[in-house]
């Protein structure tokens, strides 16, 4: 592209193109990557948290990571190879996240089956 041609386009074209390089010649980051990675990590963090939150923030990890995929794939060469890793890493995390939330939400569902039996047996006993 000459530099004419540079001037006479639009910058919002230009940026919004998957396919170009950033201003300094250097390749892109996948769009949420960093995103993914911190949704990841906090869904297994908190996924003691009742694993409601883990639940809601693993499943957002693991969209955004496969759409940030789709855009990998589509066009590896602009993207860069790190944000691509954090990706990956953010949609394992968020797998785990996810895992972890809904192994708690089953515990606490059959601990209060249990307690609410114990509880309900000894009011019985009083009786």
């Known amino acids: 592209m000459n530099p004419s041609e540079f001037e006479n386009s639009n910058p919002q074209q230009n940026f919004n193109n998957p396919n170009n390089f950033n201003q300094f010649g250097g390749q892109q980051v996948i769009p949420n990557s960093i995103g993914v990675l911190v949704l990841g990590i906090l869904s297994i963090v908190f996924c003691w948290c009742y694993g409601i939150l883990a639940i809601i923030m693993g499943i957002i990890s693991i969209v955004l990571a496969n759409q940030g995929q789709k855009l990998y794939q589509a066009n590896p060469q602009a993207y860069s190879l790190s944000s691509y890793k954090n ?16 192994v708690y939400i089953v515990f606490l569902i059959v601990y209060f089956i249990v307690v609410g039996t114990f509880a309900l047996g000894a009011l019985n006993a009083f009786s």
Do not use: F, R, T
Request: with cysteine; net charge positive.
């Open 87 to 102: 990706l990956k890493a953010g949609k394992v995390c968020g797998i785990i996240g996810l895992s972890l939330g809904a």
